[in-house]
């Protein structure tokens, strides 16, 4: 599976952005996407994340009420709305991909694939 993000910017606090991550390959066996974010010197942080099957959705504490994870069309985009935005939301933000149903959906180590990262900078 490969995967192309996009979408990262400059916005105030308050915002919005949406940012998309384009897969292609073999997406037809995929378990779930999801959207994880990393500031330097801090582990890589778990946003959203969708399965692949049921579309059932599953958010970050940091960000529930203000982002939305959600597929497009074709179904192999997967696109994060982000509201509210705050500038603790600054981070460079990943796609991610995953086989198989082992490890929680939040876990970094159950994704296998990983888009390139856009930034996201949210100014006060």
């Known amino acids: 599976v490969q995967l192309q993000a996009s979408g990262g910017g400059l916005v105030q606090a308050g915002g919005s952005l949406r940012l998309s991550c384009a897969a292609s390959?073999?997406?037809?066996?995929?378990?779930?996407m999801g959207w994880f974010r990393q500031i330097p010197g801090k582990e890589r942080e778990f946003v959203a994340g969708?399965?692949?099957?049921?579309?059932?959705?599953f958010y970050g504490d940091s960000v529930k009420g203000r982002f939305l994870i959600s597929r497009g069309t074709p179904s192999t985009l997967v696109y994060l709305s982000m509201n509210s935005l705050k500038p603790e939301d600054t981070a460079v933000y990943f796609c991610?991909?995953?086989?198989?149903?082992?490890?929680?959906?939040?876990?970094?180590?159950?994704?296998?694939?990983w888009g390139q990262g856009t930034q996201v900078t949210v100014s006060s």
């Open positions: 991610a991909a995953r086989y198989g149903a082992r490890g929680s959906l939040d876990s970094v180590q159950a994704y296998q694939y």
């Open positions: 390959g073999n997406t037809f066996n995929l378990y779930a």
């Open positions: 969708i399965h692949w099957s049921t579309s059932t959705v």
